[in-house]
């Protein structure tokens, strides 16, 4: 029978930014590994994670992307493509929260391309944006963010920020300020990459055959 206790979010309120934004990407696999066991409250730990993920995005973007940008730790590229990601992130997230249940198919798909697109965001955020803020930032300042940070985290967790209402919101302001492109366009342009992608495979292997 599977465990009934939700898993519990740790809440610091001090910390060095970068330790700290390190130690939630830690908990979005462990929340992960739970929705997966079968012998775990898969409900409780999708809606854990799913409240952490956005109240740690929206206060990356808030509190820490501005200061690092500002501090020329980054440039404006990188602050866009994190804040992409995490309308990627988003879009997965409300799949994931629609699929009924948790254990059927489309629990597991959703989950597993949540776990795919949180991956790819945690891996390149910590080498592209983490590190040179080692190098950029004072430990001082550092820490300072780490309390900015957590501040409006912690807030958005205790008030609740990742319904399915409130996922879709947010996902749906991304799209109007163009940090992600419509569903739509995406498709068609997935489409055309797919298409390219078959004639170049198939160009290759008329060469070598």
């Not at 206060?59 to 730790?73: C, Q, W």
């Amino acid at each position: 029978m599977a465990a009934m206790t939700a898993p519990m979010l740790p809440q610091p309120t001090q910390g060095d930014v970068l330790e700290l934004i390190l130690a939630d990407h830690g908990t979005f696999e462990d929340l992960l590994r739970e929705c997966r066991r079968a012998d775990r409250d898969r409900a409780a730990a999708r809606t854990t994670l799913a409240e952490l993920l956005v109240a740690h995005a929206e206060a990356e973007e808030s509190e820490v992307y501005p200061t690092l940008r500002a501090k020329r730790a980054i440039g404006a590229e990188k602050e866009e493509h994190g804040e992409k990601e995490h309308a990627e992130i988003l879009e997965a997230l409300l799949a994931f929260l629609d699929a009924k249940g948790t254990g059927t198919k489309k629990y597991e798909e959703a989950l597993e391309e949540l776990g795919r697109v949180v991956s790819h965001h945690s891996s390149e955020e910590e080498l592209s944006i983490l590190n040179p803020a080692r190098d950029d930032v004072s430990v001082a300042v550092r820490h300072e963010l780490g309390k900015a940070w957590l501040k409006k985290r912690n807030a958005l967790l205790a008030k609740g920020c990742a319904s399915r209402t409130q996922v879709s919101a947010l996902l749906g302001k991304a799209v109007a300020d163009k940090v992600l492109p419509p569903a739509k366009v995406r498709a068609e342009a997935d489409a055309i990459k797919e298409a390219a992608k078959t004639k170049a495979e198939k160009l290759e292997e008329e060469a070598t055959s």
